[in-house]
């Protein structure tokens, strides 16, 4: 699930305006106060960061490091392996294909979510009657259950039974074994996360548009640029920082995609759905027997991963800020 | 000519809408579909003689689930919004130390994947015992969205007007007072905002629930539909019915509170 991060100052569509956040002022006055009287407004969440982030976390790591069977699970002594799980992961031959699986998902999801989502954006620029409602109603893949959009592809896609395969029939197609064939099953879980996606970003691509100044789009109708021609030399460089947001937070999030995939194949069939996040997911909770040591270990690679990107992220954001 | 090229990009969007829409408009169709039409091929594309056989399983069998998603949803805001406004209170106006690293520690921890809290979660409520119990799925819902909130309110808050804040010290409120009386009235779309969010995220929480609370008596509704999926294959109107009931909260949302939610989307990852 993808969920907005908040900066300073939220520019929102013109029928949002009630959330806007005013500017903060830059140089606060020091008023009076205590020191202490803030850290006691603050110290429940310090106290919910340290108990409900930073535990679990060490507790993911250490279950990483040490060789957790389920009865050392329960009686609290596995032995100390080192990084033993992490070489048994990366060396496992389900290692290479996880990491290609996931950059594979991530890359085809991000360029079409982004693309449609763009497409869409310029579109509903222009207001036209029913605009906003319509607009509304795109954001309705984005608000409903993981498993309620799981469940519903998974019975339009079923090979027999499936929406898309009558079609198909109907038009004297072939029809396609979505989710069943190693061959399309990745296709199959990507069509779903596009779908999942594109929300997300024709919202904030939405409010992108609306900062590029109108007189700009004036000024090169009158020298006679078409709307094709306003779109690449406007639309598209202009928006450039905040693609670049858009993108890199739809990556991060991404990574960590589990529900869907796990709801619609369960990383099969045969492991050809199976990125990082699922074959963690599986090794700890997918079979009757958790094996949390080696999923630990896959686990927190992904944080690594994620938290790359997600500094690359921040970077983007900051240096748009200053600019 | 410019109405009439309006109303033409209206018909373009609705066709792009209702392609958007289709998974929802299929998922209310087969839930209304008898259990003996739904292996027809070509399907109807229309809930022709519809059936109710789907609602009344839902009725009969997930009456419970829903219960227990709606507390855990409503735990879920009550936790977030008391840990996060106090916390955004000290960070926007009260000068708290630290502030900017505690935002930068927030921004961090909300790309941490889903899985290892999980994991971290588990390992902790195995020993704690509080594997499949409503509070434990309360508190780890609240994770995800405990950060958004706090970055939220710090954003909003921040942009109050100082001068009631002043007055209100020069009437004599302290900290809290002020914080209770004044800024916390102000901030009422931003608690919404963030109350939405938290409801929305813990309604339609799967990992976390398939993963802490897998033998629980209690289910909340989105592991209720994933049982079904893997136990009766044959009923899927009974499922695509679950999934209609599961989806009203986003529904009602939409219809309620649908700048909220565009302002909680867009929330930064802009500005101007």
């Known amino acids: ?323 | 000519m410019t109405v009439r090229r309006a109303w033409w990009k209206t018909g373009l969007g609705l066709v792009f809408t209702a392609l958007m829409l289709f998974p929802v408009y299929w998922m209310l169709n087969v839930s209304f579909t008898k259990t003996s039409d739904l292996r027809l091929s070509p399907p109807h594309l229309f809930p022709i003689d519809p059936t109710l056989e789907g609602y009344t399983a839902v009725l009969g069998q997930q009456l419970p689930n829903l219960g227990t998603s709606l507390l855990i949803g409503l735990g879920c805001v009550a936790l977030t919004v008391v840990i996060a406004a106090p916390a955004a209170y000290a960070v926007a106006l009260l000068n708290l130390r630290g502030g900017r690293t505690l935002n930068f520690v927030l921004l961090v921890a909300q790309m941490i994947p889903a899985v290892v809290m999980a994991m971290g979660f588990y390992a902790i409520y195995a020993r704690a015992g509080l594997l499949n119990s409503v509070p434990g799925l309360i508190l780890a819902d609240s994770t995800v969205a405990v950060p958004f909130a706090v970055l939220l309110f710090t954003a909003f808050m921040g942009g109050l007007p100082r001068e009631l804040l002043q007055a209100a010290r020069i009437d004599g409120a302290g900290a809290w007072r002020t914080f209770v009386s004044v800024v916390l009235p102000l901030s009422r779309n931003s608690v919404l905002t963030v109350a939405l969010f938290a409801f929305l995220w813990a309604w339609s929480d799967f990992i976390f629930a398939s993963t802490l609370a897998r033998n629980s008596a209690l289910k909340p509704i989105t592991l209720g539909i994933y049982s079904y999926i893997g136990n009766n294959t044959t009923q899927w109107n009974a499922i695509m019915a679950t999934a209609a009931v599961a989806s009203i909260p986003a529904a009602i949302l939409l219809v309620v509170a649908q700048r909220y939610v565009a302002a909680g989307v867009t929330a930064g990852a802009v500005k101007d």
Not at chain 1, 24 to 36: E, H, I, N, T, V
């Open chain 1, 1 to 323: 699930m993808s969920f907005p991060v908040l900066r300073e100052r939220a520019e929102v569509a013109d029928d949002t305006v009630s959330v806007t956040v005013p500017h903060p002022r830059r140089r606060r006055a020091r008023r009076g106060g205590s020191p202490w009287v803030a850290a006691a407004f603050a110290a429940p969440l310090v106290i919910y960061l340290l108990v409900f982030y930073l535990w679990p976390l060490v507790r993911s790591i250490d279950l990483s490091i040490h060789d957790y069977t389920v009865r050392a699970f329960v009686q609290g002594d596995a032995a100390f392996v080192g990084l033993d799980n992490y070489i048994a992961v990366i060396t496992s031959p389900t290692f290479l294909p996880a990491l290609t699986n996931t950059t594979l998902f991530v890359a085809v999801s991000l360029v079409f979510q982004y693309a449609i989502g763009l497409g869409l954006a310029v579109f509903f620029r222009s207001h036209f009657p029913l605009s906003g409602v319509l607009r509304g109603l795109f954001l309705v893949p984005w608000l409903l259950p993981l498993i309620v959009s799981g469940s519903t592809w998974s019975w339009m896609m079923n090979s027999d039974n499936g929406i898309i395969n009558s079609v198909l029939r109907a038009m004297g197609a072939a029809p396609i074994n979505w989710l069943t064939s190693p061959d399309t099953a990745m296709t199959a879980v990507i069509i779903a996360n596009i779908w999942l996606g594109i929300p997300f970003n024709l919202v904030i691509l939405y409010s992108g548009l609306q900062n590029i100044p109108a007189d700009l789009y004036e000024a090169a109708s009158l020298d006679g640029a078409g709307s094709w021609r306003q779109f690449w030399s406007i639309t598209f460089p202009l928006l450039r920082p905040v693609s670049a947001i858009t993108l890199l937070l739809g990556l991060v999030y991404t990574l960590k995609v589990v529900d869907i995939i796990w709801i619609m194949t369960r990383g099969g069939p045969a492991d050809t759905t199976t990125t990082l996040a699922i074959w963690s997911y599986r090794e700890a909770f997918g079979t009757g027997q958790p094996d949390l040591s080696p999923a630990a270990a896959v686990g927190n690679i992904l944080i690594v991963i994620a938290l790359v990107f997600g500094f690359v992220y921040l970077r983007a954001q900051r240096r748009q800020e200053n600019s």
